[in-house]
Each structure stands twice: as C-alpha cells, then as structure tokens.
C-alpha cells in the first residue's frame, strides 16, 4: 500500500518559481526511481523528470536547463524545483514512482499520486 502524496502545485506567474515536493509512504522496502509527469488539456501524459535511487537523473528537453529534480532517498521523497516558468508549463503534475513488490524482488509496480495543479500566468 505504498501512496504518493504531492504538494506545492499552485498559480504562479511567467519567469517565476514553484516548488513541487512528493513523499513516498507505506510499506516501502526501496524504491527504484521517482519522478514528475505532467499532462496539459488535449495533450498526451510526459515525461518531466525522472531520478533514479543511484542520483542519475532525466530531463525533457522542454525544461531541461530550468527544472531540477532532487531524491532524498531517506525520506522516501522527491522534489522539483521549478524555475523560469513558462505558460506552456500549465498542467497537471503527477508524481510516480517504481517500488518493488517485494524486499528484494526486482520486479516492480508504479505508483502514481494524485496529481497537483500548476497554473503559470502570462
């Protein structure tokens, strides 16, 4: 029963910064990788960023160079600082993870939060 738990979504305007922090709870044996996802109106789901447990990290091009994306792997947390924000950044953030079913098993199971409105105004 491992359970997302997103915030610090809002409105905020063009060229500014949010800060989008997501933890990991319940019966957690490790986790393999955490990141942002995001989905505007119309459009398909994609890949923000995305940390892995060893600290590798990947960028979509559209954000690369103002997002960054930071595990705290003692927390079970992963957070998104988002800078220079644009317009085209308006969507709904989800956070995701890959959990193994069970300690040791290297078979895992994503896990999706709730999502978390980002509003950025022109």
């Known amino acids: 029963q491992v359970q997302l738990v997103e915030s610090g979504g809002g409105l905020v305007q063009a060229g500014g910064s949010l800060r989008l922090s997501c933890a990991a709870s319940?019966?957690?044996?490790?986790?393999?990788?955490m990141g942002w996802y995001r989905q505007a109106p119309g459009k398909q789901r994609e890949l923000v960023a995305v940390?892995?447990?060893?600290?590798?990290?990947n960028y979509a091009s559209s954000v690369k160079g103002r997002f960054t994306i930071s595990l705290d792997n003692a927390k079970n947390a992963v957070t998104l600082q988002m800078n220079s924000l644009k317009a085209d950044d308006t969507a709904v953030y989800y956070c995701?993870?890959?959990?193994?079913?069970?300690?040791?098993?290297?078979?895992?199971?994503?896990?999706w939060g709730q999502g978390t409105q980002v509003t950025v105004s022109s």
């Open positions: 319940g019966r957690i044996f490790s986790i393999n990788d």
């Open positions: 995701n993870a890959h959990v193994p079913i069970s300690r040791g098993s290297s078979v895992s199971v994503p896990v």
């Open positions: 940390v892995g447990g060893g600290g590798h990290t």
